[in-house]
């Protein structure tokens, strides 16, 4: 049925804490782009509920569940576990999420 969400999206703490530090730190130039900003990726975030695999597989990272969403200079990181979509982080490009996850895995 159209509208019918098929994967229930579930934001991490990391993922939100993320979501308003870029966001404090656009509204520093420009407070309406960061609210701009912010809408724009919760709307991309909750799209994931029934287009989940459009995102491409982390590069560095060979897990084909743990897949990202390129937003302008950021990346929405987020896993796909049975019928939950757990958004993980919303990080800017230049940082290395592949090597930060390997070291969180390894050192709980």
């Not at 990346?75 to 757990?86: A, D, N």
């Amino acid at each position: 049925m159209p509208g019918e969400s098929w994967l229930n999206v579930v934001w991490t703490a990391t993922a939100w804490r993320d979501l308003e530090q870029a966001a404090d730190y656009i509204a520093q130039d420009s407070p309406a782009y960061a609210a701009s900003f912010v809408g724009s990726v919760r709307d991309r975030a909750r799209s994931l509920d029934e287009l989940c695999f459009r995102g491409r597989v982390v590069p560095g990272l060979a897990e084909p569940t743990v897949r990202e969403l390129l937003l302008g200079s950021h990346r929405l990181v987020y896993e796909i576990s049975g019928g939950t979509v757990y958004v993980l982080a919303l990080i800017h490009g230049a940082r290395d999420f592949a090597r930060q996850w390997r070291r969180d895995e390894h050192h709980g």
